[in-house]
């Protein structure tokens, strides 16, 4: 069973930076594409960004390229989300998810598992 525990969210002002994390169960992070996405209220969930299985390919959400990072270390077991020149409007609930797809899955269908998800809260 893949199980999925992010960390990291917290309060930061206009133009600061937050890393977030999620910790995998052991080989889901090398053998899954893994993404991340976020969700405010009244809102649907929206996809942020995703890393292949293979690392070789990232692919971001057009409001968030140049801004966030997304990596993973498979030694650990963990994807990171670093976030710079954070917006009020980049304030949500982030999730982490693993998806067995081979390509770049950015739907939420595509992905089976789910972490419980982190506050990000972005002050003006």
């Known amino acids: 069973q893949v199980q999925l525990v992010e960390s990291g969210g917290g309060l930061v002002q206009a133009g600061g930076s937050l890393r977030l994390s999620c910790a995998a169960s052991?080989?889901?992070?090398?053998?899954?594409?893994m993404g991340w996405f976020r969700q405010t209220p009244g809102k649907e969930r929206e996809f942020v960004a995703v890393?292949?299985?293979?690392?070789?390919?990232?692919y971001y959400t057009d409001s968030v390229k140049g801004r966030f990072t997304i990596s993973k270390d498979n030694a650990k077991n963990t994807v990171y989300l670093q976030m710079n020149s954070l917006k009020p409007e980049d304030t949500a609930v982030y999730y982490c998810?693993?998806?067995?797809?081979?390509?770049?899955?950015?739907?939420?269908?595509?992905?089976?598992?789910w972490g419980q998800g982190t506050q990000v809260t972005v002050s003006s």
């Open positions: 052991v080989r889901t992070v090398s053998t899954y594409a």
């Open positions: 890393i292949t299985w293979s690392s070789i390919i990232t």
């Open positions: 998810a693993a998806s067995r797809d081979r390509g770049t899955p950015f739907r939420i269908d595509d992905y089976g598992y």
